[in-house]
């Protein structure tokens, strides 16, 4: 199981990025995936979820409206856009494979003027 996270970087407040994650050596349209970050210091928290068929996606209450989780199995990706950033979304943010305990390498995301 590989996950491999990209599209992070440095981005003013108010922005938007769009965070991929490519998935490979597992059955990708049958796994519910997810997206988590970690702050300096902090612990690491669930930003959005998605089932396997791109239904029931949820957030918690700090990104939403603002972050939409999204995939496309036919290219075996799940993807985080992050619109109307704050400083406070500055994290390193993974990509996560619950049924196979799989985490990705994480991609920086700094929000800041």
């Known amino acids: 199981v590989q996950l491999v996270e990209s599209g992070g970087g440095l981005v003013q407040p108010g922005g938007s990025l769009r965070l991929s994650c490519a998935a490979s050596?597992?059955?990708?349209?049958?796994?519910?995936m997810s997206w988590y970050r970690q702050a300096p210091g902090k612990e690491r928290e669930l930003v959005a979820g998605i089932g396997s068929g791109g239904g029931s996606a949820n957030y918690p209450g700090s990104v939403k409206g603002r972050f939409t989780i999204s995939r496309d199995n036919a290219k075996n990706t799940v993807y985080l856009q992050m619109n109307s950033l704050k400083p406070e979304d500055t994290a390193v943010y993974y990509c996560?494979?619950?049924?196979?305990?799989?985490w990705g390498q994480g991609t920086q995301v700094t929000v800041s003027s």
């Open positions: 050596g597992f059955t990708f349209s049958s796994a519910p």
């Open positions: 996560y494979a619950r049924r196979f305990g799989a």
